[in-house]
């Protein structure tokens, strides 16, 4: 989601400690995590059946900085306005930085393998916690769990005290789009949907993943988006190959929304990430083949498409933090991060069976 600069402003966290012993912790999830079975079908300490894990590609829907002043609030009944581009947790910036302007950093081999880490660890999170999901859990528990989880492997929540963003996680359920804060007000209801939004730096990088589940049963159409936005975010990482453009990834997004009778949140999108949770370049959800920016074995940034049911415009509340559809309509969201490589693409934040 569009990198912002901390005026004077540092983060309220230092790095975490080192993740000295990852790979005994990683080997030790293998058995709760079934490894041959599909993530959906994991059964771990604390999970919740009404809630099912989606798995990259395999999902089963049966049971969801540049630079500038920052914009004028608005919430409640207030007319929606345009909001400029942003990428990841943040408050509002200004105009988007071009192509041209971006220094996009080329990873090697050691910071490839840091990354690896830390997506992994986000993951496992992500997956843990949403297994516990359930009708009556509050947003505020998610945070609690996160913070818990992603202490006992050994990393820090990327998003505490971000920009000052209040809590370890984004919770953004049904029409609200991104940057939930949670709440102890926030109840989870039978028939909800909501987007959980993991990030978390180890040894000093980042990764960064979400997925959105859904709360009991559910109607159709908050099925439908929230399948469309798991495929539009497997339709964007297709397209992740050395030599192609990011215009690819947005218009591949677009193309599969408009099909399927959605629509694509313009304002927000995925973004670079390595040892800042923020970096160039922007990743567009929407745009024309062939252009933009030309991707680089070694980059590696995030894929995390923002599909509506309704219209694609959005607005901010009083908060200075949620974004909610504009109309009212439910709002799903996938995210991966990317690194390309040259022969296509690795996904950094897999879903943990793979391990």
Request: hydrophobic content about 35%.
């Amino acid at each position: 989601m569009l990198q912002h600069r901390l005026s004077s402003r540092q983060e309220t966290h230092a790095a975490g400690s080192t993740f000295k012993k990852l790979d005994a912790e990683l080997l030790l999830e293998i058995p709760d995590l079934a490894r041959q079975r599909r993530l959906r079908d994991v059964q771990t300490r604390g999970c919740s059946r009404h809630v099912p894990l989606f798995r990259h590609g395999h999902e089963v829907l049966e049971l969801r900085k540049t630079h500038a002043a920052l914009l004028p609030r608005f919430g409640g009944g207030a007319k929606p306005q345009a909001l400029p581009y942003q990428n990841g947790i943040g408050r509002p910036s200004g105009r988007h930085t071009s192509s041209k302007a971006m220094s996009v950093e080329i990873h090697g081999p050691r910071s490839i393998q840091s990354l690896r880490l830390a997506g992994r660890v986000a993951a496992l999170t992500l997956a843990t916690v949403g297994a516990r999901l359930a009708p009556g859990i509050t947003t505020s528990r998610v945070d609690q769990w996160v913070r818990e989880d992603t202490a006992r492997r050994g990393g820090r929540p990327s998003q505490l005290g971000y920009q000052g963003f209040p809590a370890a996680v984004c919770v953004s359920p049904n029409q609200v789009v991104c940057h939930g804060i949670p709440r102890a007000s926030v109840v989870l209801d039978e028939g909800d949907i909501v987007n959980v939004d993991v990030t978390t730096e180890v040894d000093g990088h980042h990764g960064d993943t979400s997925a959105t589940f859904v709360v009991g049963k559910v109607s159709a159409e908050a099925l439908h988006v929230v399948d469309v936005a798991r495929r539009c975010r497997d339709a964007g990482i297709a397209e992740v190959r050395d030599g192609a453009r990011l215009g690819d990834i947005g218009a591949a997004i677009e193309e599969l929304a408009r099909r399927e009778g959605c629509s694509v949140v313009r304002e927000y999108g995925g973004h670079g990430i390595g040892r800042s949770m923020h970096a160039p370049p922007h990743v567009s959800h929407v745009g024309k083949r062939g252009s933009g920016l030309r991707l680089r074995a070694g980059m590696v940034f995030t894929v995390e498409p923002m599909i509506n049911l309704g219209s694609p415009e959005v607005r901010l509340l009083d908060d200075g933090w949620t974004v909610v559809t504009a109309d009212g309509s439910l709002s799903a969201q996938f995210e991966h991060t990317v690194l390309v490589t040259k022969t296509g693409y690795e996904i950094l934040t897999p879903a943990p069976e793979v391990y």
